[in-house]
């Protein structure tokens, strides 16, 4: 049953990639999708390819966000624990 229902998501699969852009582009070069669908490119992987896109000057900009980012959320923390033992 299992076997029968991972059939049936291959095949609907497919069925939207060859309905999609990308595989009616292939379809008209007359490239065959099916080896498309054996090509699995992850999240981490497509992020890290646009991460090695983006220009030195903005990484640096987005790190200094994320490190004021976790200061703040380390100095709310710390503030929140202060009340607390205060309060108790």
Same mark, same amino acid.
């Given at each position: 049953?299992? @076997? =029968? &229902?991972?059939? $049936? %998501? *291959?095949?609907?699969? #497919? /069925?939207?990639?060859?309905?999609?852009?990308?595989?009616?582009? !292939?379809?008209?070069?007359?490239?065959? @999708? =099916? &080896?498309?669908? $054996? %090509? *699995?490119?992850?999240? #981490? /992987?497509?992020?890290?390819?646009?991460?090695?896109?983006?220009? !030195?000057?903005?990484?640096?900009?987005?790190?200094?966000?994320?490190?004021?980012?976790?200061?703040?959320?380390?100095?709310?923390?710390?503030?929140?624990?202060?009340?607390?033992?205060?309060?108790?």
């Amino acid at each position: 049953m299992a @076997t =029968r &229902w991972e059939e $049936r %998501v *291959r095949a609907a699969e #497919q /069925a939207r990639l060859e309905s999609s852009p990308v595989g009616k582009l !292939l379809a008209a070069f007359g490239l065959p @999708t =099916r &080896w498309l669908r $054996r %090509v *699995r490119i992850g999240k #981490q /992987a497509l992020f890290l390819l646009g991460w090695a896109l983006v220009p !030195l000057r903005l990484k640096l900009v987005a790190g200094g966000l994320v490190a004021l980012g976790l200061i703040l959320v380390v100095g709310g923390v710390t503030v929140l624990a202060v009340v607390i033992d205060q309060l108790a």
